[in-house]
């Protein structure tokens, strides 16, 4: 079990900051993902695993005006 966003959700092996975004229908350009406070940069998340206990936090980046 992990959390995204104060929310409980289901891990399992091998997954991956790009794994779990997929599996959530975001857009990996379009957010910015901390794990348990360190910021993950965007060029990692095929490599950065997703541990199980992880404090996750998923920003949607949006223009302002």
């Not at 348990?36 to 920003?59: C, H, L, N, Q, W």
């Amino acid at each position: 079990m992990i959390r995204v966003n104060d929310e409980p959700a289901d891990h399992y092996f091998g997954m991956t900051v790009a794994t779990l975004l997929r599996d959530r229908g975001e857009a990996a350009a379009m957010v910015a993902v901390w794990i348990d406070d360190e910021m993950v940069p965007r060029a990692a998340y095929e490599s950065t695993a997703v541990r199980d206990g992880a404090d996750v936090k998923i920003v949607l980046m949006a223009a302002g005006g």
